[in-house]
């Protein structure tokens, strides 16, 4: 069988930029996808993650296939967190220095353009192809179309069919294939601020607005054509306030009116919103090996994780250029090695940042609206300012640099332990800007070489 010509499963977002490098490397690439050609035929998708937050591993990856400048005139800069509290106040926390930011951009239009990119470069996308088996034994696959069931060779195969992928099912019905996966309590709705009668932002567009309320929360993301992108995060059952308990208007005009009422006044559309986009499920999916004969999973396919930390995307594109590295190293015929030495060396970056995914949810909905916490935050910032090298902060080692998100992770629960003992302190408060801020970098020195 022929090792330079690959299928990819999934004309997702990470399936699209795989086939760009795959087609840069040279090679023979036909992608198949279960959606219609929304060119040809154009389909509802609203209430289902319209934007997301593009940050530094998505760039990085963006940026050496060409097409940083192509998707920059699509994104929008956010540079910090907008807390809004119940009584319409808000605080701002940066994200990160000065001109960092994590960039609103709305996946239809994004992934449109890598598709179209993909095949600019020759890459054949084959739309209305459902994936239903593959037997790996014979490196075939089964799909689904519109006029049939057909099977076909295919020497190797890219499984980046997200969350549910069928390239992954096959998988698990082999030996020794472990899967794990995690509904978590919470699920969520989209829903959306307009531009104003005036055509503009009705709310700084240059931040990701977030109004915590402990256990729920609801945030907001900016789009291009001025409205925001809402995301309500609610138990779905057994709480206070839970999806279960909205079931008509006045239960949805209480539970805004009295948690989010700054943004209730800008919904003129809420009800009908509400009631029409869907309630979503949100799952953490880790499976292991991602490898079987010529196949790999790829994105959500291997895993997918909860989208608080905004890096499930993020993390596909770091893949693609992972395994694009691996290419560059030892060619087109040892697709065995390459895909080895890629599970191997990734396995452990995609377990952390779904774990961080999850921590990051309480950070959000709870920690944010906690003074403390902003000060903690302000003492970090303080301590990278002065010791850039020394002291990166969580938040910013995950979004903003390229280092694994294992040592990342690895790296902020030192920090926690450190900052732990610096707010004990009675008068931190008072005495923030005062501490010896040489020393906390010693204790973590310390800390690190144990
Ligand atoms: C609410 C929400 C917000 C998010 N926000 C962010 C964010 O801010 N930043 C970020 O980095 N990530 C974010 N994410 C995560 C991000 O959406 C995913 O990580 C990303 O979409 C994964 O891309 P993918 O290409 O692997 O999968 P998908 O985007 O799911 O694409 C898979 C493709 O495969 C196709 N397919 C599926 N099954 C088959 C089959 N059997 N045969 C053929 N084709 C098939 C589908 O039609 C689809 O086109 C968010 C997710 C959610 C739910
Ligand atoms: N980690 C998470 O919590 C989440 C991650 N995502 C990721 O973002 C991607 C794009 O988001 P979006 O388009 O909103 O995704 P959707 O929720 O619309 O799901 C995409 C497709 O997956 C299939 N699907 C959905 N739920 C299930 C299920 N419980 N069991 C089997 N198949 C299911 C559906 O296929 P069909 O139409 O054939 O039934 C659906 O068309 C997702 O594919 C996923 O990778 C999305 C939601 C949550
Ligand atoms: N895109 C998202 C979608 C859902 C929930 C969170 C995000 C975020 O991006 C959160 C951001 N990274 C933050 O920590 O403030």
Redesign the pocket.
């Known amino acids: 069988m022929k090792q330079n010509e690959i299928t990819i499963l999934g004309a997702g977002l990470i399936g699209s930029l795989m086939a760009i490098y795959l087609k840069r490397q040279g090679l023979d690439v036909s992608v198949y996808d279960k959606r219609p050609d929304k060119r040809k035929t154009p389909y509802y998708e609203g209430g289902r993650s319209i934007n ?2 593009l ?1 530094h591993r998505g760039w990085k990856s963006l940026e050496q296939v060409g097409l940083k400048d192509k998707v920059l005139p699509l994104a929008i800069p956010m540079y910090g ?1 907008k807390v809004h509290d119940e009584h319409g106040g808000t605080t701002f926390i940066p ?1 990160g220095k000065n001109k960092q930011a ?1 960039y609103s951009i709305s996946r239809g239009k994004f992934n449109q353009l890598l598709a179209e990119e993909a095949e600019r470069l020759g890459a054949v996308i084959n739309f209305e192809h459902k994936c239903v088996d593959v037997d790996f034994s014979n490196q075939e696959i089964t799909f689904e179309t519109k006029e049939g069931i057909y099977k076909k060779e295919a020497p190797v195969i890219i499984g980046a069919d997200g969350a549910y992928s069928s390239l992954r099912m096959a998988m698990q019905k082999q030996i020794r294939f472990n899967y794990k996966q995690e509904y978590i309590s919470h699920g969520y709705k989209e829903l959306t601020i307009p531009a104003t009668s005036k055509g503009e932002f009705a709310m700084d567009p240059n931040a ?1 607005h ?1 109004w915590p309320r402990g256990k729920f929360m609801l ?1 907001a ?1 900016p789009n291009p054509d001025k409205s925001f992108t809402c ?1 309500l ?1 609610l138990p779905f059952e057994g709480s206070k306030v839970c999806f279960e308990k909205i079931n008509d208007d006045s239960d949805l005009e209480s539970v805004f009116k009295h948690y989010f009422d700054d943004a209730y006044q800008l919904m003129p559309n809420l009800k009908e919103e509400y009631f029409k986009n869907p309630t979503a499920a949100l799952i953490n999916i880790e499976c292991y090996p991602w490898v079987q004969g010529h196949s790999i999973l790829l994105g959500d396919a291997s895993h997918a994780m909860v ?5 499930g995307m993020n993390c596909g594109f770091e893949d693609c250029y992972i395994l694009n590295s691996y290419l560059d190293k030892f060619g087109h015929n040892s697709w065995d090695l390459v895909f080895e030495k890629f599970q191997k060396q990734r396995k452990p970056d995609t377990d952390a940042i779904c774990q961080l995914a999850m921590e ?1 949810f309480v ?2 909905r709870d920690s944010v609206a906690d003074p403390k916490f902003i000060l903690r935050k302000k003492i970090e910032a303080k301590l990278h300012d002065l010791y850039p090298n020394d002291w990166i902060p969580l ?1 910013s080692m995950v ?1 903003f640099s390229d280092m694994g998100y294992a040592e990342a992770y690895a790296q902020g629960k030192l920090q926690e332990a450190v900052m732990d003992k610096v707010m004990a302190d009675p008068l931190i408060t008072e005495n923030w800007d005062k501490l010896d801020y040489e020393e906390i970098i010693n204790i973590m020195e310390t800390a690190k070489a144990v």
């Open positions: 997301m937050a940050s967190r994200y994590i990701l977030i945030i993301l995301t995060f989208p608080f930390y905004g890096q990051n950070e959000m938040y979004t």
